[in-house]
């Protein structure tokens, strides 16, 4: 059913048959009475054309107003004409769908967004954005700062803790390599039905010392780290010394000269950066011997925590193969002349006695 709309609506004005103020009008301007029935005729035949037209002229406004009542109905939202009209911004058809319009007056931008419910206006403000910035590193900022006079200086047990990771995070990979070996004399323990007797056994002579360092975390020391390197079945009592390490010139003399140093002159160690130290050794002449088999470098660090050290610590043990061949033949050394710091009794069964120079 169409909709009922009043002709003042579509901007028509009001029509109707003529009447009879038409016939005196024509009789008033001097025509005989047939002359006259004849004019208003055809006057009436005009005015039947002329509102045949106007009806047709008015359907058609009809029907044009319901066509635009429906498509403001459906037609997808689109921004007021006011805002689209500013002065600060073009039509919304002179820029492309997610362009954005500067303003610098206001210091804002304007963008287009084209989605299931049509055309939009997004207006945010750069000022606004960038003080929400200053305002998170503010408050970011404090709540650092409340947590560091909150939490305060670390405890003992604390700083031991953290010691013991950097520790723990330090990574040595060493080898020997090259070794050349000696015969000497040692006691053997070989039981009840055996005793004890002198065998000969091999010791190491002389090798070359291959150690890579690295760290998980920066880190630095409180001295340079020591570092032993120890041959199997330690027993330095058993030849009359302390102290178990084997070569000379002393391992930890050599890589405390090559460990790097931070600003502070302190031994340190960078993450990501490796150290690698390479020295000739040899048995020495004071030292503990030792035959071929699984040695280990023992290694003590001193990390500093807080600016300040914590005591001596050592990471996971490095161990080392020192291989040996069966048919070389060996100098043999006087008794006095070596100081066997290992078993003996194991070696000699294990490994056999060498076969010597003769004298």
Request: glycine letters at 10%; proline letters at 9%.
């Amino acid at each position: 059913m169409r909709p009922v709309i009043s002709s003042s609506e579509i901007g028509l004005p009001e029509t109707g048959p003529p009447d009879a103020g038409t016939e005196a009008a024509a009789a008033g301007d001097g025509l005989p009475a047939g002359e006259a029935a004849a004019a208003v005729a055809a006057d009436g035949r005009t005015a039947a054309g002329e509102g045949v037209a106007e009806q047709e002229a008015t359907i058609n406004a009809v029907e044009m107003a319901v066509a635009r009542r429906e498509t403001s109905r459906t037609a997808p939202h689109s921004p007021p004409r006011s805002f689209i009209s500013s002065p600060y911004l073009p039509e919304r058809g002179t820029v492309p769908s997610g362009h954005a319009i500067r303003n610098r007056g206001w210091a804002r931008d304007v963008e287009w967004q084209r989605g299931s419910g049509g055309d939009r206006t997004v207006v945010t403000d750069r000022r606004m954005r960038a003080l929400a910035v200053v305002a998170g590193f503010v408050v970011l900022a404090g709540v650092v700062l409340w947590l560091a006079v909150v939490a305060g200086p670390r405890t003992g047990e604390q700083r031991q803790a953290a010691a013991q990771e950097l520790v723990n995070g330090v990574h040595l990979s060493a080898t020997l390599a090259e070794p050349r070996f000696l015969a000497a004399t040692a006691v053997a323990d070989l039981g009840v039905e055996g005793g004890a007797h002198l065998v000969r056994v091999r010791i190491l002579d002389q090798a070359r010392l291959e150690l890579h360092v690295t760290a998980d975390r920066s880190v630095a020391f409180a001295e340079a780290p020591q570092l032993c390197l120890v041959g199997p079945f330690s027993a330095p009592d058993d030849a009359g010394l302390t102290d178990p390490c084997w070569g000379e010139p002393d391992v930890g003399a050599i890589v405390a000269g090559r460990w790097p140093r931070d600003g502070s002159g302190h031994p340190s160690l960078q993450e990501g950066q490796a150290v690698d130290v390479t020295a000739a050794l040899q048995r020495g002449n004071v030292r503990c011997d030792y035959p071929p088999g699984t040695w280990q470098l023992d290694v003590v660090l001193d990390p500093l925590v807080d600016g300040a050290p914590v005591g001596p610590m050592s990471p996971s043990a490095v161990t080392l193969d020192v291989p040996f061949r069966a048919t070389d033949v060996l100098r043999l050394l006087r008794p006095d002349e070596s100081r066997y710091c290992g078993l003996a009794s194991i070696v000699y069964r294990d490994q056999g006695e060498p076969p010597v120079e003769s004298p």
